[in-house]
């Protein structure tokens, strides 16, 4: 019902910059919250950012002050600006929407299918 689609990742040297994008379509009637999460190899999945549909930010702390969180509500899109990338900050990052359906009452959690950051040292 709700699709997920991220883009934008790929490898950059340590301290350089990459811009991912995440698209949600489908029939959707609301978006609550956009954000990213994001795994790297042994470690569980962790929250990186989120966009709350009234404009409430939060980061997790080892991403303040490098990461930015924006998102479009008009094309249903959330971007995560990241600069200053460290190699610990290799990991599949994730896209995630809490949204209602259009003809549910109900909320649910989306997630796209990752896409791969690697940062070098």
């Known amino acids: 019902q709700v699709q997920l689609v991220e883009s934008g990742g790929g490898l950059v040297q340590a301290g350089g910059s990459l811009r991912l994008s995440c698209a949600a379509s489908?029939?959707?009637?609301?978006?609550?919250?956009m954000g990213w999460h994001r795994q790297a190899p042994g470690k569980q999945r962790e929250l990186v950012a989120h966009i709350v549909g009234g404009g409430v930010i939060d980061y997790a702390d080892n991403v303040v002050g490098r990461f930015t969180i924006s998102r479009d509500n008009a094309k249903n899109t959330t971007y995560l600006q990241m600069n200053s990338l460290k190699p610990e900050d290799t990991a599949v990052y994730y896209c995630?929407?809490?949204?209602?359906?259009?003809?549910?009452?109900?909320?649910?959690?989306?997630w796209g299918p990752g896409t791969q950051v690697t940062v070098s040292s």
């Open positions: 995630q929407a809490n949204a209602v359906p259009d003809g549910s009452f109900w909320d649910s959690d989306y």
């Open positions: 489908g029939r959707i009637a609301r978006i609550n919250v």
